[in-house]
Antibody, heavy 115, light 111 residues
Framework: EVLLVESGGGLVQPGGSLRLSCTAS????????MSWVRQAPGKGLEWVANIKQDGSEKYYVDSVKGRFTISRDNAKNSLYLQMSSLRAEDTAVYYC????????WGQGTRVTVSS | QPVLTQSSSASASLGSSVKLTCTLS???????IAWHQQQPGKAPRYLMKLEGSGTYNKGSGVPDRFSGSSSGADRYLTISNLQSEDEADYYCETWDINTQVFGGGTKLTVL
């Protein structure tokens, strides 16, 4: 069974940085595209970024390009999202997700950007 | 890139059936989509992948009450014998080179 566990969320001031992590188990992590998807309070799902199996291709939604970096460590079955220059509008629950389209979801980690 | 359009809300009675619609934008009518369910306060749950032919593959543990079908650019999720736990937001998703796209979601109320 797919298990994805996110961590690293919290309260951060505008302009600050945060690194989210996702630890995967129950499937062969290195053979799947992985994604980050977020959900702002009271809003729908928004794809943020995804990364190819070997990390050679990475794609981002326009609103985070140049500020967020997705990465992975297949030896550790882990996915990361480095977020910098955070804005109030980045406030959301961030989900780690497997495959494209998504076939498995984590439980989410909450990021709040506020002074 | 593709755009997915969903009605914002739907309602149906306990024990009845409901059919939710997700419409692909022009030029993308052949795309495969996925359906996801998000119960209140919970993370999303993958329900199924659905092809333009109407063929669908459900995720592990998804009840038989959930089925998919297609017609042109429309992708449908049908829930039969509605239960109270089916009250949730339902999202469709598709993808293209360098992007993944979600529909705005349909809030299903079970009366």
């Amino acid at each position: 069974e797919v298990l994805l566990v996110e961590s690293g969320g919290g309260l951060v001031q505008p302009g600050g940085s945060l690194r989210l992590s996702c630890t995967a188990s129950g499937f062969t992590f290195s053979t799947y595209w992985m994604s980050w998807v977020r959900q702002a309070p009271g809003k729908g799902l928004e794809w943020v970024a995804n990364i190819k199996q070997d990390g050679s291709e990475k794609y981002y939604v326009d609103s985070v390009k140049g500020r967020f970096t997705i990465s992975r460590d297949n030896a550790k079955n882990s996915l990361y999202l480095q977020m910098s220059s955070l804005r109030a509008e980045d406030t959301a629950v961030y989900y780690c997700a497997v495959e494209t389209p998504v076939t498995g979801w984590g439980q989410g980690t909450r990021v709040t950007v506020s002074s | 890139q593709p755009v997915l359009t969903q009605s914002s809300s739907a309602s149906a009675s306990l024990g009845s059936s409901v059919k939710l619609t997700c419409t692909l934008s022009s030029g993308h009518s052949s795309y495969i989509i996925a359906w996801h369910q998000q119960q209140p306060g919970k993370a999303p749950r993958y329900l199924m992948k659905l092809e333009g032919s109407g063929t669908y593959n459900k995720g592990s543990g998804v009840p038989d009450r959930f089925s998919g079908s297609s017609s042109g650019a429309d992708r449908y999720l049908t829930i039969s014998n509605l239960q109270s736990e089916d009250e949730a937001d339902y999202y469709c998703e598709t993808w293209d080179i360098n992007t993944q796209v979600f529909g705005g979601g349909t809030k299903l109320t079970v009366l």
